[in-house]
Nanobody, 125 residues
Framework: QVQLVESGGGVVQAGGSLRLSCVMS????????MGWFRQAPGKEREFVAA????????YYADSVKGRFTISRDNAKNTVLLQMNSLKPEDTAVYYC??????????????????WGKGTLVTVSS
């Protein structure tokens, strides 16, 4: 059984930082593209960042580029999302996902195989 478990969410003031973690079990982590998505209240889920399984190439949504950094530690089956210079509009439930591929046309990860249950990030102004 595949499990993705996120942690690290919380409440932070605007301009602050948080680091999200996601641990995967039940599959060979190093063979999966990994990504982070988020869903704000009343909005659709959106792509945030991705990291490839093959060479750790990274991709970011324009809204977080330069502020967020995605990384992976294959030895620990973990993907991280370092979030700096947080803004109130970053408030959302953040989801970890595995699989799929990065679509250059759509500019996001598509076709994800597995999802975590999410961790809430609240940025106060």
């Amino acid at each position: 059984q595949v499990q993705l478990v996120e942690s690290g969410g919380g409440v932070v003031q605007a301009g602050g930082s948080l680091r999200l973690s996601c641990v995967m079990s039940g599959r060979t982590f190093s063979r999966y593209n990994m990504g982070w998505f988020r869903q704000a209240p009343g909005k659709e889920r959106e792509f945030v960042a991705a990291i490839s399984w093959s060479d750790s190439t990274t991709y970011y949504a324009d809204s977080v580029k330069g502020r967020f950094t995605i990384s992976r530690d294959n030895a620990k089956n973990t993907v991280l999302l370092q979030m700096n210079s947080l803004k109130p509009e970053d408030t959302a439930v953040y989801y970890c996902a595995a699989g799929g591929y990065y679509s250059l046309q759509a500019r996001r990860l598509v076709g994800m195989d597995y999802w975590g249950k999410g961790t809430l990030v609240t940025v106060s102004s």
